[in-house]
T-cell receptor
Framework: EPEVTQTPSHQVTQMGQEVILRCVPI?????FYWYRQILGQKVEFLVS????????KSEIFDDQFSVERPDGSNFTLKIRSTKLEDSAMYFC???????????FGQGTRLTVV | RKEVEQDPGPFNVPEGATVAFNCTYS??????FFWYRQDCRKEPKLLMS???SGNEDGRFTAQLNRASQYISLLIRDSKLSDSATYLC???????????FGSGTRLQVQP
C-alpha cells in the first residue's frame, strides 16, 4: 500500500538553528501539505503545495518557514532560526487530484532546546 | 468560536458497545468532511469521508447534517483496537487545507 514517508523521525536542534524536514509523498499525488501538532493540541494546517508553488498557507507559516520540491520525489519544510515554540510533531501529507482526502506520513518530532 | 468543535471525552465503553461521536463546524461554506483516527503520538489516519447521504463502512457509520452543521460517527460492536482519538476534519469550498477538531478520545475496555 503506498504511503507517505518522512525523515527523520525525531530531530533535536538548538534554538536559532535551521532544520529541514523531508517527505516523500505518494507517487501519483499532486497536492502536498505540511501540518503540525504541538503536544496535547490539535493538528494545524501550515501550507499546501501544488504545481511547484504554494497554493495556500496559514498564519503560522510566516517568513521563518519555506517549502520546496527539489526533485521529482521529495518535498521539504525548512524552518530558519528555530524557536522553542516550534517544538512539535510535523506531519507531511499528500492527496490526489480528484478529492481532498489526505494521507499523512508518520511525522517528524522536532524538539528545539 | 472554535471552527470544528468536538466533545473531548474520554468515552469509556465496554467491548461490543455502540458509541456515537458528534462534531459541529462553524463555517457554512465547508464542503468536505472526514473522520480520522489518531493513536497516541502517531499520525492521523483517514477513517472515512462523510457524504451528504450518509455512508457506512463495516461497523462505522457517518452522517452529515448541513442545515445544523453537524457531523456524527457511530461505531457498532466496539473492539479494543478501536481505542484511539477520533478527529473530525473539515475542508472549505475551493480549499484543500484541512481544519481539525481537537478530537474525541475513545477507550474500549475488556
Amino acid at each position: 500500500e503506498p504511503e507517505v514517508t518522512q525523515t527523520p523521525s525525531h530531530q533535536v536542534t538548538q534554538m536559532g538553528q535551521e532544520v529541514i524536514l523531508r517527505c516523500v509523498p505518494i507517487s501519483n499525488h499532486l497536492y502536498f501539505y505540511w501540518y503540525r501538532q504541538i503536544l496535547g493540541q490539535k493538528v494545524e494546517f501550515l501550507v499546501s503545495f501544488y504545481n511547484n508553488e504554494i497554493s495556500e498557507k496559514s498564519e503560522i507559516f510566516d517568513d521563518q518557514f519555506s517549502v520546496e520540491r527539489p526533485d521529482g520525489s521529495n518535498f521539504t519544510l525548512k524552518i530558519r532560526s528555530t524557536k522553542l515554540e516550534d517544538s512539535a510533531m510535523y506531519f507531511c501529507a499528500s492527496s490526489g487530484p480528484r478529492n481532498t482526502e489526505a494521507f499523512f506520513g508518520q511525522g517528524t518530532r522536532l524538539t528545539v532546546v | 468560536r472554535k471552527e470544528v468543535e468536538q466533545d473531548p471525552g474520554p468515552f469509556n465503553v465496554p467491548e461490543g458497545a455502540t458509541v456515537a461521536f458528534n462534531c459541529t463546524y462553524s463555517n457554512s461554506a465547508s464542503q468536505s468532511f472526514f473522520w480520522y483516527r489518531q493513536d497516541c503520538r502517531k499520525e492521523p489516519k483517514l477513517l472515512m469521508s462523510v457524504y451528504s447521504s450518509g455512508n457506512e463502512d463495516g461497523r462505522f457509520t457517518a452522517q452529515l447534517n448541513r442545515a445544523s452543521q453537524y457531523i456524527s460517527l457511530l461505531i457498532r460492536d466496539s473492539k479494543l483496537s478501536d481505542s484511539a482519538t477520533y478527529l473530525c476534519v473539515v475542508a472549505d469550498t475551493g480549499r484543500r487545507a484541512l481544519t481539525f477538531g481537537s478530537g474525541t478520545r475513545l477507550q474500549v475496555q475488556p
